[in-house]
Each structure stands twice: as structure tokens, then as C-alpha cells.
């Protein structure tokens, strides 16, 4: 089971990205799939959630707007474009899924509570540097 972020990279304010997340081992269209990024000396915060089962997208409010995640299940990937990016988002991104709750509950609960306990099989992250 493991989980590969990719598609970092320094790039200027404005400027756009896109972060794929990739499985092997196990399928990601059965679980709920969280990104999540931590800053320096900041601590883990959660992006965006996609429900596997039906799609469904949650994204915290910084995000709205500027990221749009999709999946790929021929690909068993997700994917985060990320537009106007700020120096802000300066982190390293992460992906994560959790196995233990229905897809579209453990989303709804991570927007509701920014709880990121349970969410497993975490990748080595992909660092995202926005700046001039």
C-alpha cells in the first residue's frame, strides 16, 4: 500500500501547478483521498478531500476557487491543479487516504473538523515553492 505525490516545484505568484497522487497496492476510487500540506515550522493542514465513491470534493476555504482536484481511475491518480498560486502556499503537499469511513462521511468530517487523524498510507510529499 503506498501513495506517491509528484508534480511540485518552485514557480512564481500567480503562476499554476499540478500535484498528481498515485496508488498502487490498493484502489483509490474505494476511499476517501485528503491532501494536505505542511509549511516550515508549521503544522499539517488539510487542502482538499475527494470521496472516491461518488466524487464528491471538499476543499478548505483558502482553496476555494484556486484548486480543482480530479481522478483518474484507469490511472488510480488524483490530481490538485493549483492556479494563482500565492507565496503562501509555500509547503510541502501531501496525499492520504482513509480507509476506515465511508469515502463521502470521512470528507465531509475532515471539512467539518480539520481532523486529519486516520488518514494513512501517507507518500513523501512533493514540495511546492511559490516565489519570485
Known amino acids: 500500500v503506498q501513495l506517491q505525490a509528484s508534480g511540485g516545484g518552485l514557480v512564481q505568484p500567480g503562476g499554476s501547478l499540478r500535484l498528481s497522487c498515485t496508488a498502487s497496492g490498493f484502489t483509490l476510487d474505494d476511499y476517501a483521498v485528503g491532501w494536505f500540506r505542511q509549511a516550515p515550522g508549521k503544522e499539517r493542514e488539510w487542502v482538499l478531500c475527494?470521496?472516491?465513491?461518488?466524487?464528491?470534493?471538499y476543499y478548505a476555504d483558502s482553496m476555494k476557487g484556486r484548486f480543482t482536484v480530479s481522478s483518474d481511475n484507469a490511472k488510480n491518480t488524483v490530481y490538485v491543479q493549483m492556479n494563482s498560486l500565492k507565496p503562501e502556499d509555500t509547503a510541502v503537499y501531501y496525499c492520504a487516504v482513509d480507509r476506515r469511513l465511508t469515502p463521502r462521511s470521512r470528507c465531509r468530517s475532515l471539512a467539518m473538523t480539520g481532523r486529519i487523524g486516520g488518514f494513512d498510507a501517507w507518500g513523501q510529499g512533493t514540495l511546492v515553492t511559490v516565489s519570485s
Open positions: 475527494i470521496s472516491g465513491s461518488d466524487g464528491t470534493t
